[in-house]
């Protein structure tokens, strides 16, 4: 190789790492310039966290029961000779419902009134007679005991006659009918439903530790899936006299009126039971807790030493939710900046910038 060619590549060699290390510092500079400003500052939405009169309420679940309700049912049996109803028909205390075939029981009446008569003359007879010192006081014990038999007898055809029409124990709403005419029935056969539900029960279950603060008239507030943006208002009718030892529960019974009859029984509940104290609490959008099964936690917005603003994480102790908001037990003192919007986004100490346009104000 020439010495011209060397001290042409030997050259060429230095341009090239000169170059390289121009790159280097470049590179290095820039890095250095972001490390310095950190990432941009991310917009978030914030609101004071507010202290509000905290009313305590239990949550439980619980079943919608009738005032009164039962499946109607034949004391006798029977063939049906007339239902007097329909499915879903409003009745009232004493109406005639079905009526069962009674041919057999009315010839047996007339047969035990016509030995009651019969009974009957021949005590008179008797009576008159033993007065009369006629006949011994036997005989006239006899003939009173067989009159109180004949009574008797009918008085209990009388009564088998009246259980063959078959009457609303209680005013009410009947269900769907389960029976046709001239069907035969067994006794105690489910004809059709009653139900009374213009004032409805719900028991539920609370921990018992809730029993000093439970009283009778405490109100209750009710949700059912049906109509889910309506509430429906009751009160405590009555406390269990004795707490679950399975359980640790006490046993309450909400009652409400159902003034509209939108409720049915067998209704699912979801039951609020409001507590006379107030407490103050913290509370913040629920929008604004992160929840993990470490721990909840929150971001605060403050200032750094530099006067720009930061999300600091804090750890919180939620309480009850209500709606979307959420107490805070532990963990704020109240006025604090809360990110309620964004908050995905956000790490300990990230900068931030405040989103007045749809800031909510408190």
């Known amino acids: 190789m020439s010495k011209r060619t060397i001290i042409f590549l030997s050259l060429l060699l230095l341009v090239i790492v000169g170059l390289g290390f121009i790159k280097y510092q470049q590179i290095k500079q820039g890095m250095a310039m972001m490390a310095a400003s950190g990432p941009p500052p991310s917009s978030v939405e914030v609101i004071a966290a507010k202290h509000l009169q905290w009313q305590p309420r239990v949550s439980a679940v619980g079943t919608l029961t009738a005032h009164e309700g039962i499946d109607v049912s034949n004391e006798v049996e029977g063939i049906i000779e007339k239902i007097h109803i329909e499915s879903g028909q409003q009745v009232m205390k004493g109406e005639l419902l079905i009526s069962l075939n009674d041919d057999v029981e009315q010839a047996d009446l007339a047969s035990f009134r016509a030995q009651e008569d019969l009974a009957s003359s021949l005590f008179k007879r008797n009576e008159n007679m033993w007065k009369a010192k006629n006949i011994s006081e036997t005989d006239y014990d006899n003939a009173h005991s067989n009159l109180k038999v004949a009574q008797a007898n009918v008085e209990r055809i009388q009564a088998r006659i009246a259980k063959k029409s078959i009457r609303a124990p209680f005013s009410g709403v009947l269900g769907i009918k389960h029976i046709s005419t001239g069907q035969y029935v067994a006794p105690g056969t489910m004809l059709v439903s009653l139900q009374d539900y213009s004032l409805l029960y719900s028991d539920f279950a609370v921990p018992e530790k809730y029993l000093p603060d439970i009283s009778v008239g405490l109100n209750v507030s009710l949700h059912v899936s049906a109509y889910t943006k309506r509430n429906f208002n009751g009160k405590v009718k009555a406390i269990d ?46 929008t604004a807790i992160i929840f993990s099964s470490f721990g909840n936690a929150l971001f605060v917005v403050e200032k750094n030493e530099t006067g720009n603003l930061i999300a600091k994480r804090v750890q919180v102790e939620t309480g009850e939710q209500r709606a979307d908001q959420v107490a805070i037990l532990s963990g704020l003192k109240g006025g604090e900046l809360v990110v309620q919007a964004g908050v995905n986004k956000l790490r300990n100490k990230s900068p931030v910038v405040i989103n007045e346009q749809v800031r909510l104000k408190e």
């Open 241 to 286: 006299a004795k707490v679950d030892e399975t359980t640790r529960n006490i046993n309450v019974r909400a009652q409400l009126v159902n003034e509209d009859g939108l409720l049915r029984p067998g209704m699912y509940a979801d039951i609020d039971l409001i507590l006379n104290q107030q407490t103050d609490r913290i509370v913040v959008p629920a």
